[in-house]
């Protein structure tokens, strides 16, 4: 079993992946730390989990854990898996890992000097909708694809919100811009070229909070659109020349919706529906988390693989500030 460290008493940690961790076949939350000893206490119960910490430094100190899960806010994600994987732990951070590219390098240093393992929590990698479109898309299923379309949209004007500042990290693209760019290159295995894009800015809080995207990965095209200041939708198609594939609630299916996936013909004389039920998104990312963790062959993203992500996203500002493409 191994054994994690929850670091921070936030939200996502306290409502999604603490109760999943704990409902893992091979992984159990032993230790929860914060800034506030209290909360630390407080969250600890709540979970039925031994030990408390009022320091992070104090947890990674701890033989009692072997992992640590970082829900910090963004600005702070590089730092403590730094500082994590130097104390020896393994490292599960939430999504985006850094803010740029290039910070991913120190991330790779230390995961290599340290020889521990270091994965963005992307968890939508591990469910069944996901992988069950890559398989679709590697079978042929719909001939030649030549086009992605997806959105990803949320209405947040919450001053107090960590997305909605920019000294935490806020903003569209981190916070949800990533998903369909991780997802795309997932399922196809290819890697954007160039990146076309306008992006606005909040004139209140400086975060970006609308963005159109255009890349191009060469044999097919990617558009889409996400915003934290429009009506909620979620939605990605795979088109190609013999049919389609919709996602129907791609990334967030237990508020948008059933886990769908939707294959139809080229004439729409033939539709297949591919439900998923409970998926479990986060207790499947905790599984296979703790078996890449103790030497096992599960499937995990890649500091490598996120920096290439966060690649495409340091384009998509580049090409916010210009006209015509911008090289990823």
């Known amino acids: 079993m191994l054994r994690f460290g929850i670091m921070s008493t936030a939200k996502i940690g306290q409502e999604l992946v603490v109760p999943a961790i704990q409902d893992a076949e091979n992984c159990v939350v032993t230790a929860v730390a914060s800034r506030d000893l209290g909360r630390a206490r407080k969250m600890a119960d709540r979970f039925s989990v031994p030990h408390a910490f009022g320091s992070y430094e104090e947890m990674l100190a701890s033989d009692t854990i072997d992992a640590v899960y970082i829900p910090l806010p963004t600005s702070q994600h590089v730092e403590w898996s730094i500082k994590a994987a130097d104390a020896g732990k393994h490292v599960l951070c939430e999504k985006p890992i ?29 469910t069944p909708v996901w992988q ?106 795979f088109h190609g020349s013999d049919g389609f594939i919709e996602v129907k609630s791609p990334f967030n299916a237990d508020r948008y919706g059933a886990e769908e996936v939707e294959l139809t013909n080229r004439n729409h004389s033939q539709s297949q529906v591919f439900r ?7 207790k499947r990312e905790a599984e296979a988390f703790a078996d890449a963790a103790t030497g096992g062959k599960a499937e995990v993203v890649t500091l490598e693989s996120s920096k290439n992500n966060q690649k495409m996203i340091d384009a998509i500002y580049r090409a916010s500030e210009k006209d015509g493409w911008e090289a990823v």
């Open 98 to 126: 850094a803010l740029k590219a290039s910070e991913i390098d120190s991330l790779i240093a230390a995961r290599d000097r340290n020889k521990v393992l270091i994965t963005e929590a992307y968890m939508i990698t591990y």
């Open 132 to 237: 069950k479109v890559r398989s679709l898309l590697a079978d042929g299923a719909i001939g030649k694809l030549r086009h992605v379309q997806g959105a990803f949209t949320y209405f947040n004007r919450d001053a107090g919100n960590m997305r909605n500042i920019p000294e935490l990290g806020g903003g569209g693209l981190p916070d949800i811009g990533v998903y369909p760019t991780i997802s795309t290159r997932f399922v196809t295995g290819k890697e954007p070229l160039r990146i076309q894009a306008v992006t606005e800015r909040d004139p209140e809080f400086g975060t970006d909070n609308y963005s159109s995207v255009k890349a191009d990965f060469g044999d097919f095209e990617l558009t889409f659109y996400i915003s934290t200041q429009l009506a909620a939708r979620q939605v990605m198609v």
């Open 276 to 282: 998923f039920p409970d998926s479990r998104q986060y």
